[in-house]
């Protein structure tokens, strides 16, 4: 069987287990003594284990069959957890996280795992005695009886008979297993395939219900029967099917050859959710019956074609609207806006499909905490809100560096050390929060410490020997603007260049990745409580509200996610302040900014009126005017890139193609507010 086909698959699985693991171990690391942290860590690892062996993974199959060696011996109490063994299982996911990646990179997964593997080994070798294992299969809780079936049942031939018949005379185990796939299974060949894999890892398959050729064409329903010898015990035999991903239900039988023999012990039926009984309630993989039930796996690019073939729809849509406007026949206008509504609520819906929660993000974090907390010798607890707040993929695969460097800068700039922190008061161990929040169109996402603090006198003297402040503004500067230096190109206030908080590099990458996806991010600090990163990103980047404004013969577009008000002033309220036009906005005295001359727009000879439209927009806490000849009005356009020939083209972020056919440029705010 081909198995190139289901390696997307494999990729996809193997950075959720690897996941999974990571977050248990955090979890385990905090209650070693939490014996359910470690079976679901063991039982992502015997998944994982599977799935690579069967995809010929061997280098990623053997480390983990080591790490699985270990957590055996934690799950059943004969090892007990130390900081070394956490680290050595730390490990060994670090390693087979790099296999995966280079998989996913076109290689084939190999490392050298020598090292590490040795490292498991001695750990099972140096804590696990004879004595330690006598004692803990004393422990061992005897299966309860189950029930059994006879080889009539299943039509079995005379081969088989004689087969099975002297198995069960050599002491094995002789089973009829019942598998049930998940309802939603997409590839049963590929789980049936894994399924036989791992039985004939473990034992002889004997005869299967239908034949192998009809599983392997999935020429069955959603489930098939197998007669199996194996010298396994018949738990381990369940455990190993059930942790195979798409399961839905294991039921497994001892065959009763012989009328006269007393019923052996067998397995019962995977229980149901409700029946929980004492001794047999560690076992409990029956999630595995709810998982998948209602999701399905969709390529990114899938969606993008459909986000890109909706985009053209809408802008028809405007078209048609406007048509519509300027025919004037009812029946067409209460067509084309029963076609509008219908096709928002279709807008509503792919751009929900493209919307995954943060947590995606948010879940590498505290592991790169754990780490981290270690080299700096301090304690730090991350505590994350709001993981299930969502944001379209495409922002969601850029966010992860940005969030990466701030809590970085908080852990190694922000948090004091322990004994730092119990001179000034402080409990020893410092907090963290990462939190994500909703507002109005936008997704809030708050690095928040409780650390030294922003040492404004440092920030301020390293700025004047860089030369990003002029002397003769420094003593006139607020606080806020001096913290707001720390995003000034280049500006480090690192006294030893490391890895650990970007190398030197500075706040200024994260300010541009973060304006490049049309957000904004601001800090705040108070010296000696802490300091608190906020950034503000647009929920989508495909298609978003707008302004549509004239200036002259041309129009343009002001995303709506960066204004507060849009206003009419008379000429005479316009002042100067340096040399530069001003307006009172609220108390607020704002700068304006001529789109005409920005642009360079040409005079189309028009006469100026009295009045003078502007729409206020801000950026963090700077505001500005744009000066505008008139408002067209609110539009749903459609976010298009000017190409490669047009590249950092200034204040333009893109360009969107209006009713009339007309292109209209959509301006990037951020750009011209300073």
């Given at each position: 069987?081909?198995m190139?086909?289901?390696?997307?698959?494999?990729?996809?699985?193997?950075?959720?287990?690897?996941?999974?693991?990571?977050?248990?171990?955090?979890?385990?690391?905090?209650?070693?003594?939490?014996?359910?942290?470690?079976?679901?860590?063991?039982?992502?690892?015997?998944?994982?284990?599977?799935?690579?062996?069967?995809?010929?993974f061997?280098?990623?199959?053997?480390?983990?069959?080591?790490?699985?060696?270990?957590l055996?011996?934690?799950?059943?109490?004969?090892?007990?957890?130390?900081?070394?063994?956490?680290?050595?299982?730390?490990?060994?996911?670090?390693?087979?996280?790099?296999?995966?990646?280079?998989?996913?990179?076109?290689?084939?997964?190999?490392?050298?795992?020598?090292?590490?593997?040795?490292?498991?080994?001695a750990?099972?070798?140096?804590?696990?005695?004879?004595?330690?294992?006598?004692?803990?299969?004393?422990?061992?809780?005897?299966?309860?009886?189950e029930?059994?079936?006879?080889?009539?049942?299943?039509?079995?031939?005379?081969?088989?008979?004689?087969?099975?018949?002297?198995?069960?005379?050599?002491?094995?185990?002789?089973?009829?297993?019942?598998?049930?796939?998940?309802?939603?299974?997409?590839?049963?060949?590929?789980?049936?395939?894994?399924?036989?894999?791992?039985?004939?890892?473990?034992?002889?398959?004997?005869?299967?219900?239908?034949?192998?050729e009809?599983?392997?064409?999935?020429?069955?329903?959603?489930?098939?029967?197998?007669?199996?010898?194996?010298?396994?015990?018949?738990?381990?035999?369940?455990?190993?099917?059930?942790?195979?991903?798409?399961?839905?239900?294991?039921?497994?039988?001892?065959?009763q050859?012989?009328?006269?023999?007393?019923?052996?012990?067998?397995?019962?039926?995977?229980?149901?959710?409700?029946?929980?009984?004492?001794?047999?309630?560690?076992?409990a993989?029956?999630?595995?019956?709810?998982?998948?039930?209602?999701?399905?796996?969709?390529?990114?690019?899938?969606?993008?074609?459909?986000?890109?073939?909706?985009?053209?729809?809408v802008?028809?849509?405007?078209?048609?609207?406007?048509?519509?406007?300027?025919?004037?026949?009812?029946?067409?206008?209460?067509?084309?806006?029963?076609?509008?509504?219908?096709?928002?609520?279709?807008?509503?819906?792919?751009?929900t499909?493209?919307?995954?929660?943060?947590?995606?993000?948010?879940?590498?974090?505290?592991?790169?905490?754990?780490?981290l907390?270690?080299?700096?010798?301090?304690?730090?607890?991350?505590?994350i809100?709001?993981?299930?707040?969502?944001?379209?993929?495409?922002?969601?695969d850029?966010?992860?560096?940005?969030?990466?460097?701030?809590?970085?800068?908080?852990?190694?700039?922000?948090?004091?050390?322990?004994?730092?922190?119990?001179?000034?008061?402080?409990?020893?161990?410092?907090?963290?929060?990462?939190?994500?929040?909703?507002?109005?169109?936008?997704?809030?996402?708050?690095?928040?410490?409780?650390?030294?603090?922003?040492?404004?006198?440092?920030?301020?003297?390293?700025?004047?020997?860089?030369?990003?402040?002029?002397?003769?503004?420094?003593?006139?500067?607020?606080?806020?603007?001096?913290?707001?230096?720390?995003?000034?190109?280049?500006?480090?206030?690192?006294?030893?260049?490391?890895?650990?908080?970007?190398?030197?590099?500075?706040?200024?990458v994260?300010?541009?990745?973060?304006?490049?996806?049309?957000?904004?991010?601001?800090?705040?600090?108070?010296?000696?409580?802490?300091?608190?990163?906020?950034?503000?990103?647009?929920?989508?980047?495909?298609?978003?509200?707008?302004?549509?404004?004239?200036?002259?013969?041309?129009?343009?577009?002001?995303p709506?996610?960066?204004?507060?008000?849009?206003?009419?002033?008379?000429?005479?309220?316009?002042?100067?302040?340096?040399?530069?036009?001003?307006?009172?906005?609220?108390?607020?005295?704002?700068?304006?900014?001529?789109?005409?001359?920005?642009?360079?727009?040409?005079?189309?000879?028009?006469t100026?009126?009295?009045?003078?439209?502007?729409?206020?927009?801000?950026?963090?806490?700077?505001?500005?005017?744009?000066?505008?000849?008139?408002?067209?009005?609110?539009?749903?356009?459609?976010?298009?890139?000017?190409?490669?020939?047009?590249?950092?083209?200034?204040?333009?972020?893109?360009?969107?193609?209006?009713?009339?056919?007309?292109?209209a440029?959509?301006?990037?705010?951020?750009?011209?507010?300073?």
């Amino acid at each position: 069987m081909d198995m190139n086909q289901y390696l997307d698959m494999f990729i996809e699985e193997s950075k959720e287990h690897l996941q999974a693991i990571n977050a248990n171990l955090l979890l385990l690391e905090s209650d070693p003594g939490n014996i359910g942290h470690v079976k679901e860590i063991f039982r992502s690892a015997h998944t994982l284990k599977g799935m690579s062996a069967t995809m010929g993974f061997e280098d990623m199959a053997s480390l983990t069959h080591e790490a699985e060696n270990v957590l055996d011996l934690i799950r059943n109490q004969k090892l007990t957890i130390t900081s070394d063994i956490m680290d050595a299982i730390f490990q060994s996911v670090d390693l087979i996280e790099g296999m995966v990646i280079d998989i996913t990179e076109g290689g084939d997964g190999s490392a050298d795992v020598s090292a590490i593997v040795k490292k498991l080994r001695a750990i099972v070798a140096g804590d696990f005695s004879a004595e330690q294992e006598v004692a803990a299969a004393t422990m061992e809780v005897e299966a309860p009886q189950e029930e059994t079936t006879s080889a009539e049942d299943h039509e079995l031939d005379d081969y088989a008979m004689m087969v099975l018949k002297q198995s069960q005379e050599l002491g094995n185990n002789v089973l009829w297993i019942k598998v049930t796939l998940n309802e939603n299974c997409l590839l049963k060949a590929a789980r049936s395939y894994m399924v036989f894999d791992q039985l004939e890892s473990m034992g002889e398959v004997i005869k299967t219900k239908p034949a192998v050729e009809d599983i392997e064409n999935e020429r069955f329903e959603q489930s098939f029967e197998i007669a199996y010898v194996t010298e396994q015990s018949i738990e381990k035999v369940r455990t190993t099917i059930l942790n195979i991903s798409e399961i839905q239900d294991v039921t497994i039988e001892t065959i009763q050859l012989k009328k006269e023999a007393p019923p052996a012990p067998v397995v019962q039926k995977a229980p149901a959710p409700a029946e929980k009984g004492a001794a047999e309630a560690p076992q409990a993989p029956v999630k595995k019956a709810t998982a998948g039930g209602k999701t399905i796996r969709v390529d990114i690019e899938r969606l993008d074609i459909l986000m890109n073939l909706f985009s053209e729809l809408v802008i028809d849509r405007g078209r048609l609207e406007q048509l519509a406007r300027e025919i004037g026949k009812n029946e067409l206008q209460e067509t084309v806006e029963h076609m509008s509504r219908i096709s928002g609520d279709l807008q509503n819906i792919i751009l929900t499909m493209r919307m995954v929660p943060v947590e995606q993000v948010f879940n590498r974090f505290p592991r790169m905490i754990r780490d981290l907390q270690k080299d700096l010798n301090k304690k730090v607890n991350l505590e994350i809100i709001g993981a299930e707040t969502e944001l379209d993929r495409t922002v969601i695969d850029e966010i992860g560096d940005p969030l990466n460097h701030l809590l970085r800068n908080s852990l190694d700039h922000g948090i004091e050390s322990p004994a730092d922190r119990k001179k000034a008061g402080k409990p020893e161990e410092g907090k963290i929060e990462l939190r994500a929040f909703h507002s109005g169109n936008h997704v809030f996402i708050e690095v928040k410490d409780d650390g030294a603090g922003i040492n404004k006198d440092k920030v301020l003297k390293k700025a004047l020997e860089r030369g990003i402040v002029n002397p003769a503004n420094a003593d006139s500067m607020s606080d806020k603007q001096i913290h707001e230096l720390l995003f000034a190109a280049g500006f480090s206030t690192a006294e030893v260049v490391s890895d650990i908080s970007g190398r030197g590099v500075g706040l200024d990458v994260v300010k541009s990745k973060i304006e490049s996806l049309g957000g904004s991010v601001s800090v705040d600090s108070v010296r000696g409580q802490g300091t608190t990163f906020l950034i503000q990103l647009p929920l989508t980047l495909s298609i978003i509200s707008a302004m549509l404004v004239q200036v002259k013969d041309e129009k343009y577009a002001v995303p709506l996610s960066s204004i507060i008000e849009t206003a009419v002033f008379k000429k005479d309220q316009i002042m100067m302040a340096h040399r530069q036009k001003v307006i009172d906005f609220r108390g607020r005295v704002v700068p304006l900014v001529s789109l005409q001359d920005i642009f360079q727009v040409p005079d189309n000879g028009e006469t100026m009126e009295d009045e003078v439209a502007v729409v206020i927009v801000r950026k963090g806490e700077k505001m500005a005017g744009l000066v505008v000849d008139s408002f067209i009005g609110q539009q749903e356009i459609v976010l298009k890139s000017l190409g490669k020939y047009l590249v950092n083209v200034f204040a333009i972020s893109g360009a969107t193609i209006l009713g009339d056919g007309q292109v209209a440029l959509i301006i990037d705010c951020n750009s011209l507010i300073k």
